[in-house]
């Protein structure tokens, strides 16, 4: 019994001390990584630069580039640092008021700045890829701008975002979002291939033509952009559908790329004030502030004015209606996705309601809505709808929008247009 004893203590003090040797490893491995670069603030010239600090040759060309940066179009810069195998890649954000004015990425092997082609070695395929998601998602860009613009890298998990800047006299930004499948034959880094993913098709067509022989509807989204958002639009995507997402200031804010990104792939882009409160709570001035602040914010990311408001809860009265200077627009039929939080509810609610020329009500702020989606659209394709925008609806219906009336669905002929 003494012996067996003995052996039971040997076996927990060896794997005591194996577990604490991992465990030592692991901190050592750790604190290596944490001091790869210090994270370091100053402020100078009314600037805020947020920039990584390696203590080696690097500093030099970050400093350098830093003080290169415009001080009358941005007040705050910060980064994100990429290792990719030999390589290192920081991509400067450069803010004004905090939106997104402009990006760089400076790509480093060992202490020196290389370009692009050391981690894409075929930047001529790369362009034809470009060019093939240009098209795919109607970005109205010409093919010198394309090829001119700066261009700055941002290397995700399993795809790359490529931010063009300085092609227009607009200061516009434009997002590519390249899945490393598309280029994996070019990559000279460590990358993970998507299984799921399909390749993009050289083709022009972004969404499906309207049919006016099918029930129309327009799906429209609030209070994003959220984390699901672009996974929405993905689905969206899928089924050759499109939709008008309603968003709020303080999402923009926090996701510019997503409103980005939105755009870019065909989506409408709708007005939900900056900060979602109660407009019927304010007087005209204040309604117009929240309405036209959120309206600069996406100016900034898109260089275009959304066309199309929808007020916070759905709320309304005579007074405040003649100082929303845009159509604005309700709903007919409510996902009440924010209440149940139920991928059944949610589907019941929509397929036993909808009818042609509806407006449908969703939120972008939960999984279940986009677990929803995935089962309500086959449905609807199934018994002949086709889900379109907003402003895609009702010029469908050959039914103008005009500025301060409000509108809840397409059907004219049975006056559910409230003005």
């Given amino acids: 019994m003494a012996r067996k004893n003995k ?27 944490q001091t790869l670069y210090d ?8 600037i805020i630069y947020n920039y990584p600090y390696f203590d080696d040759d690097k500093d030099i060309y970050i400093r350098n580039y830093l003080s290169t940066v415009d001080t009358n179009k941005t007040d705050n810069i910060k980064y994100i640092v990429n290792y990719l195998g030999d390589y290192i890649v920081v991509l400067f954000k ?40 240009r098209n795919n998602n ?11 613009g700066t261009k700055s890298y941002l290397f995700k998990d399993k795809e790359l975002d490529l931010f063009l800047s300085n092609y227009d006299d607009k200061n516009s930004i434009t997002l590519f979002r390249i899945n490393y499948k598309e ?20 083709n022009n067509q972004k969404i499906t033509p309207i049919d006016k022989n099918k029930k129309l509807v327009a799906f429209t989204f609030d209070d994003g952009p959220s984390v699901y958002t672009l996974e929405i639009a993905e689905v969206l995507k899928e089924f050759k559908a499109n939709a008008t997402f309603f968003m709020v200031g303080y999402n923009i804010k926090i996701r510019n790329s997503v409103v980005l990104d939105l755009y870019n792939k065909g989506f409408e882009l709708g007005n939900h004030t900056i900060d979602h409160s109660r407009l019927t709570r304010f007087d005209c001035g204040k309604v117009e502030a929240k309405i036209e602040e959120n309206n600069d914010l996406v100016i900034n990311i898109i260089n275009e004015k959304m066309k199309l408001f929808r007020p916070t809860y759905g709320a309304l009265n005579s007074e405040i209606k003649p100082c929303i200077k845009y159509p604005i627009i309700l709903w007919s039929v409510d996902s009440r996705d924010w209440e149940s939080q139920n991928v059944e509810n949610i589907t019941y609610e929509v397929i036993s309601n909808i009818k042609d020329g509806d407006i449908v009500l969703f939120h972008d702020l939960q999984k279940t809505t986009l677990d929803s989606i995935k089962i309500i659209l086959p449905l609807l394709y199934d018994d002949n709808f086709q889900v379109v925008s907003v402003s895609e609806l009702f010029k469908a219906k050959e039914i103008p929008l005009e500025n301060s009336k409000v509108y809840r669905n397409a059907r004219i002929n049975n006056n559910v247009i409230n003005n």
């Avoid at 905090?98 to 075929?122: G, P």
Wanted: charged residues 25%; glycine residues 0%.
């Fill in 7 to 33: 052996k039971i203590v040997f076996f927990i003090l060896l794997i005591i001390v194996i577990f604490s040797t991992i465990i030592i490893n692991l901190f050592i491995h750790f604190s290596k990584m």
């Fill in 39 to 46: 994270d370091k603030t100053i402020k100078k010239a009314n």
């Fill in 94 to 133: 450069l803010y004004k008021n905090d939106i997104i004015v402009d990006y760089k990425s400076i790509i480093f092997e060992a202490q020196l700045v290389t370009n692009i082609d050391s981690l894409i070695t075929n930047q001529d395929e790369f362009m034809k890829v470009l060019k093939i998601y």
């Fill in 138 to 148: 109607n970005i109205k860009i010409s093919d010198e701008s394309l090829e001119n």
């Fill in 183 to 202: 280029i994996d034959k070019y990559l000279n880094f460590p990358y993970r291939i998507d299984p799921k993913y399909k390749k993009m098709n050289d």
